[in-house]
């Protein structure tokens, strides 16, 4: 079952006409074609192209609308109201941070919440986004409810990711991507797959004990947050700045994008841009960031550690692996791509994953 | 051992008068005052009025300056940049909030990031006093390194605290106040006194592998990143809002507060307020806030649960119990504040604090 590589450009370009067919117009459509591809050039394959398939699902169920007309409903001197009207989250998601920027790039500070979207896809991307303008920027997203709250049992709270990203001098920018629970569902279900046993800080079990059984996922358990009443603040901190100031969704009216597919997802997403040129007084962010990176890069290591890394290093090393040898992707990403294929009669060239 | 209880107004004029006998002007030696009896009252014991003995032998040696001028060196729509020059943290933090504050009052948002400065305490209290002014309030700081880094060994990161705080409908503001390890140092060093092992999540040893012995604390051994990678990269974002930008000093160059007690600490924060009335579209945060605070405590609980809470409501009810009955302090907090008494000749009206 090894990888199978497919050119960075071909790949945005099926995701494009794929959503053009679906009634998405072009630059909608090439706006989501480059969020899903990226995302898969950087490794985050639960969150990239493998996704489309569902996405336009949700089109065609009138759950997902690819002609929505984003709207800002209140703007003010550094922030904006998006309502995204039930709009591809990845649309909404560049919209959105190219308006923080532009606020930013004013007043230093910009901030969009959004209300009535559509999952974004991975933060990752719109954080870097900003980082590409020279900004710091941060992206982040309420979610459906899969936390167990401390003391509490069952799917209350939503482990709302949180990613951020800034430039340094001697590289691409720093970004980190993550979600509130301590760990990924994705990395349970795995468990569940294998009938492995995982650490009891992952998970709880129907009565809201810590379970070291994966089995109780999606059958009553829930996940842990992220160091306790941390992960749980951190939640409701994303949760205020998503959906409580926009007016959307909160956690329990937010409905699953994938699981309940004929269903408006209503998710809703904060975007911060902060331009750093404007606001630091000597002009050297980038440098100084530089610096830092350095020492925690040469900082002294733990036994059998070969490298100390940065949020985001190993992301845009597959980044430029991928520019070069094309994107490498997973069975299950090839074979949502083949079946997207097969459906729309596009045609995707693969080439083996020999490394 | 029982704790002690005091009035919460004397607390406050004891600490302003002592402040007076050492050169601060009245307000600032006010606020000061205010800023850790209110640090006190929450039940946050490790940052309140205990540590006033200590930034006043600061002051002693010179490095703490109690008549600094701070001073905004930049400024622009929604940000300012405060140079603290070595001035007492509770004063700095109280000026740098009211600022965002003011900056939120007019474009929505406001962003202030400091360097220069010494130990603010508990970013609690200027989450929440935003809050009191309608906002939503974030408070940040960033520490001496005190964190190994994930493949790392020994203190390389700063366990860089985050606050938040916003208003609700029925009840006080919500407020967290969290730093980025996985526990505080003060619970792993009770471990030591007592002779106790500690969860294998919470410190590496010397050798940078994780350890169930809390004797390797400060020996050699680091805290752990909450949720590891996870920590680490919030400990960045920190970083970056605090000292990077603003020009400061990062971790490594900044001196325990307390630890090299003649050394200028050299701290830096980071404060945005967000003006809610002005940005929420319908006007109904604090009753949307109050419905999803409800919708938690509500949820189902698990066994041996009796009540589910938000953040913040333990600290309250600490409040109103401190008000109503004087402030109850622990044994160490009583001996830090009778010692500062015989050394000012001031004075303290205890009562025995039987519950």
Redesign the interface.
Known sequence: MSNKRVRLQELKEFCTQALLQYGMDEKDAEATGEVLTMTDAFGIHSHGTKNLRMYIEKIKVNALNPKAKSEF??E????A?MDAKDGMGMVVGRKAMAKAIELAK??????V?VRSSCHFGAGAYYANYAAQNGM?G?AMSNTDPNM???????M??GNNP?A?A?PRKNGRP?I?D?ALS?TAALKINKAKMYHQSIPD?WM?DP???PTTDPQYYQNGGALQP??A??????S??V???T?????GA?C?DVESWCFQLPSKNKVCHAFIA?D?D?????G??EE??E??IQ??KN?????D?S?????GEIEWEKYEDGVEKGISLPEDVVDSLEQLAKETGLKLHWSEDNE
């Open positions: 409903i209140r003010g001197g550094s922030f109201v004013k007043n230093g500070i910009g901030y919440t710091l941060i167990a709250i401390p003391g509490g049992k069952g209350t709270l949180i951020y800034f720093v980190l993550i301590t800080t709880v009565d809201g004990k992220v160091g009443h941390k992960g749980y603040g951190l409701m901190l949760e205020s700045l959906a409580m100031i926009s007016g909160i329990r902060i750093i404007s606001i630091t007084p000597d050297d962010f100084r960031a610096d830092y020492y925690l900082s002294p290591k733990a036994q550690t490298r100390l890394l940065v949020p």
